[in-house]
């Protein structure tokens, strides 16, 4: 199959190491990819956010299936401009990435369909941002309203800093202030073609920057697949009571979900309640569970395009356990500090069970260098937990990145028990 697939990060990385592990002779080709995609296969200079200019390559170049990685395409509309070109793609249409696009609209579908969610009050202005933490009372959740690149969100006792979180973002539309939910949070990838879910392995990752859950959000610092301690039937209360009646309401509003709808849930002392939804592949969590998946990816992402997933059986996985640790730049979040070189990572590769997916890396004749805040995941699998997380931090010490920073409590409490 000719496969197109949209995105320059280790998602993207992740998803097209899992199709070429096939060995079916897939024809893929990224746009624009990054310096670890390019040893893997063909990348082209494409802006992935411009649906014209991708409906035209992929017709031109008869692709025969596109995948989006990234949020910001799906949320200009670049799924629309393909459908109507008649090209296959995996991600969903505008209206339903607003799924991910607005918090404020996630939210309201939440409600229609009837998914348990926490409470949530939307602020415009800095007097209604007030009154509504006034509302909600501490500990604080304030939310960016739109995409954020997984950094608009505060949970803090600290009132003023709150505020301040609020403020900073009303600058560039609205913000949500939700009530606050205790509990293990978990990720749980599910494939829609519109009316049919399908479900992937569930993963917990870590969203802040130091040890311990300490310092601000991240993209997501680390990630471990699957969850033993999830409670039986734990995916199917999550397709019975948010991830169909999701996919239902969007259809009956006449924009059905078309890809992959990322449910953000947290288990509580009253049940499983949805943090966030996010529509595509999340990162760093697809790099834990596609390593595991014994079914053809490629399969899954046609027919979740094509509306075949009803007769498709549920996708398999193997009981091996995966551990991923990201390093990132001095500096990240806030400040990273880019274009220093990367040593050792052949060397990390040649620690069984270990690969690495690239998220913002350049290649010079002196070999990469760091061009972003993340820089790349090491992804291990073993027999068990403490093999692959042995695995991915025996890999991650081989790597040298000045400054280089990365979390060391990775799947550290599912190892302990």
């Not at 007097?127 to 954020?148: I, Q, R, T």
């Amino acid at each position: 199959m000719r496969i197109l697939v949209l995105g320059s990060g280790a998602r993207e990385h992740a998803i097209i190491t899992a199709l070429l592990r096939e060995g079916a002779g897939h024809e893929i080709t990224a746009a624009p990819g990054n310096a670890g995609i390019a040893q893997l296969v063909e990348t082209v200079a494409l802006d992935p956010t411009k649906g014209a200019v991708v409906a035209d390559y992929a017709v031109d170049n008869d692709v025969e299936l596109v995948v989006i990685g990234p949020e910001a395409p799906l949320v200009e509309g670049v799924a629309d401009a393909l459908r109507q070109r008649g090209i296959a793609t995996f991600g969903p249409g505008k209206q339903a990435a607003q799924l991910e696009g607005s918090k404020a609209f996630a939210k309201r579908i939440m409600d229609a369909a009837g998914v348990p969610t926490g409470r949530a009050m939307r602020a415009g202005t800095l007097a209604e941002a007030d009154a509504a933490l006034d509302a909600m009372g501490a500990p604080y959740v304030v939310k960016a309203d739109g995409l954020a690149a997984g950094k608009g969100v505060i949970v803090t006792d600290d009132r003023a800093a709150a505020r301040a979180h609020a403020e900073h973002y009303l600058q560039q539309g609205g913000v949500l202030v939700e009530e606050f939910l205790a509990g293990q949070e978990v990720s749980l990838f599910l494939l829609s073609d519109g009316s049919t879910v399908l479900p992937l392995s569930p993963a917990q990752d870590y969203k802040r920057i130091g040890d311990g859950d300490t310092g601000p959000n991240t993209g997501g610092m680390g990630a471990y697949s699957p969850l033993p301690w999830a409670a039986p039937g734990f995916v199917d209360e999550v397709i019975e009571t948010i991830a169909q009646p999701t996919a239902r309401q969007l259809a009956e509003e006449g924009t059905p979900f078309i890809g992959l709808l990322y449910c953000g849930l947290i288990v509580t002392e009253r049940g499983i309640r949805v943090i966030e939804f996010n529509a595509r592949f999340g990162d760093p969590e697809t790099q834990v569970v596609l390593p595991r998946l014994v079914t053809p990816l490629s399969g899954l992402l046609f027919a979740a395009a094509t509306g075949q997933l009803a007769g498709t059986p549920r996708p398999e996985f193997s009981d091996d356990a995966a551990v991923t640790v990201v390093l990132a730049s001095e500096g990240y979040p806030d400040s990273p500090h880019t274009g220093r070189p990367l040593f050792g990572l052949d060397e990390a590769e040649q620690v069984e069970g270990v690969h690495l997916c690239h998220a913002a890396t350049a290649r010079t004749d002196e070999g990469f260098v760091a061009t972003g805040g993340r820089v790349l995941s090491v992804v291990a699998t073993g027999s068990d937990f403490a093999e692959a997380r042995a695995r991915a931090y025996e890999a991650i010490g081989r790597i040298g990145l000045e400054g280089g920073q990365y979390r060391t409590d990775i799947a550290a409490r599912v190892v302990e028990g």
